[in-house]
Structure formats: C-alpha cells, structure tokens
C-alpha cells in the first residue's frame, strides 16, 4: 500500500524560515534567534510587529527586523525575486550593493560594520556583533546614544531579553519565557569575551577592541606611535581652537603616526590604520576628523578582506558628510 503524502501545511509570511533569507539579503551569516524572536513578534497582538517588545522592556525591533517588516508589508514573494537570469558578475554587484544598503538601516555615527542594529530604547542601541562578515554573530551589544563605546551585553536575542528583563524587574509572558528557555544560548558570556579578547589586537576608543590576524612572522599588526592618553588630548584639543597653525602644531604627532601608517600597509600591518582610524571614529570629536576616518576605515577593511564592511563604512561616511552639509 503506497505511503500517504503528507498534507502541506500553510503558513503565513512570518511563520516561513527566515535565515536563508536574510543571509541572501545581508550577504552575512544569521544565528536562529532572528527568525526564533520575528515568528514570536508575529503572532503578537501588537498592531506594528516592531513594537512588540516595547509594551514590556520599552524595547523597538529595529534594523534586520525593519528589513522583515518591509518585506511582511509588501508580502514579497522572497522565494522567487532573485530568479531572474543575469550574469555572475551582474549579480554580485546587485547583491553587494542591496547589502550595504540593508546593512545602513538603523545604523548611528559611531557604529562600526561589525554591529548590526537589532533593537534600540531610548537610550541604548543594541545590535549584533561579528569580527568579520564571514563567522556567525559573536553575542549581542549596546551603545549609548551619542557615545563610541560599545559593550557585550547579551550572548543573543533571546538572553537579551532576559537581561534586559531582569535589569527592569520585569516579569516575561510564559510564551515568551517558553522561548527563551528553549533558544538562548546556554553559553557563559563572559566565556565567550574572554575567548574573543585573545585575538584582540588594540581595544581602541570603543573598548571593544579590533581583530586582525597574525601570521607567524607576527605580520598584521604594529602599535600606534603615540600613546591613546595623548591621541585623546590631540583630538580634544585640537577641537578647542580656531586658529590653524596651533591646531597643526597640536596634531604634528598625529600625521606623523598617518605617515606611519602607509609605511605600515605597504609592510602589510593593516592592523594600525585600522587601529587609528576605529580610535578616531570612536571619540567624541569624530565628526570633525571625517575625512581621516574615510580615508583609513574603508582603505583597512578592503585591505583586511572585508569588502562588505569596507563598502558599509563608505556609505556611513558619506551619509555622515550629507549631514553635516544639510
């Protein structure tokens, strides 16, 4: 007797797996917890999916979420859209660019292409953090509103609300509390930085630090020529004058370390310019070094591989210098 085929089971836009979908859109790779969190935001009550968390920890999906959103809104059939016929290089273009653009949703000043916006209150924006474009997200982060510095606070979504809900003294709904037990990573996130703290070359202003790789003949990295202390008074004080030869006398340390830098890219320590350029970025008087932090961030990215956060860091730059035209 022939076995019965199983009925196909329909289900809505949301309910339909995610991360294929989102790795093909952000050219990144995805942990469950996105799709795991978006199934339960959909089958909330709450009238805009975003919001579904704010009622609770007054906490907004944001970013890869909005992505969802958009395309929930427009019920976008995502299993056929990229069907169409086009020749390699053609669609890796079309790719690269939607990337960037998807990658730009939500993105703050101060947030480098490692952090992946997720969710923001009204003070903190909390977001997913990869070394490189390539490996799965680390854990998830914050930074406060105006601030370069970003901190691992969550080894996932779903830990994150659970933080978040033990900071507020907040009690989570047993659906959600369901959720949480069955998908947030039993892992020890201090385990985990410790673990990624040892591939940290420099920390950097945003004390989260970068990671560039070593080979065995210690090529990939070099210090910076000046100390952070004195990088910070530079950049501080140079700020605090109008007249342009004291700001030159101020930064002469600076572009010394600059000229330093090509000397060390020519030797293949892209690990410095990446340094200092993550050191200006940072501070809190970045938005006055933008055309130091467009000239090194991008140039350390491409140099280091990471094409996508090369081209993010672009676009950053040069939504930035619109904004401070406008």
């Given amino acids: 007797m022939p076995e019965p ?10 309910q339909e797996p995610k991360t294929s979908t989102l790795e093909g859109a952000f050219g990144v790779k995805f942990n469950p917890d996105v799709e795991e969190l978006w199934n339960w935001a959909c ?34 059939d995502t299993s056929t859209r990229d069907k ?21 949703i ?45 901190t ?15 900071k507020q003294k907040v009690n989570i709904p047993k659906d959600l509390g369901k959720l949480i037990e069955k998908h947030a990573s039993k892992e020890d996130l201090k385990q985990i930085t410790a673990a990624r703290n040892k591939t940290v070359v420099a920390k950097t202003f945003n004390k989260i630090g970068i990671v560039v790789p070593i080979s065995k003949n210690d090529i990939g990295y070099r210090p910076l ?43 293949c320590d892209y690990g410095m310019g990446f340094e200092m350029g993550m050191c200006v970025y940072s501070h809190s008087t970045s938005r006055n070094f ?19 956060y090369s081209k993010i860091m672009e676009r950053t730059c040069e939504e930035a210098e619109l904004d401070t035209s406008s």
């Fill in 5 to 14: 085929k199983a009925k196909r089971r329909k289900v809505s836009i949301c």
């Fill in 43 to 76: 089958s909330s009550k709450t009238g805009n999916l975003l919001d579904s968390l704010h009622p609770l920890l007054n906490l907004k999906l944001c970013g890869v979420f909005r992505y969802l959103q958009d395309l929930r809104d427009k019920k976008e």
């Fill in 84 to 104: 169409k016929e086009k020749t390699e290089k053609e669609e890796r273009n079309i790719v690269s660019e939607e990337s960037v653009r998807l990658h730009m």
């Fill in 106 to 150: 939500d993105r703050e000043w101060q947030c480098p292409p490692e952090f992946q916006p997720c969710a923001k209150n009204d003070t903190h924006l909390f977001g997913l953090w990869r070394d490189t474009p390539t490996e799965i997200p680390r854990f998830v982060v914050e930074k406060r509103n105006g601030c370069g510095v970003i």
């Fill in 152 to 166: 691992p606070v969550a080894t996932d979504l779903f830990d994150l609300i659970r933080v978040l809900g033990k």
């Fill in 225 to 267: 020529t000046i100390t952070y202390a004195e990088l910070d008074k530079m950049l501080t004080k140079s700020c605090e004058t109008e007249d342009e030869a004291k700001k030159d006398k101020i930064l002469a340390p600076f572009d010394e370390c600059m000229n330093y830098i090509q000397f060390a890219n020519d030797e």
């Fill in 290 to 308: 933008m055309g130091t932090i467009s000239s090194l961030l991008p140039l350390s990215y491409d140099l280091l591989g990471r094409v996508l």
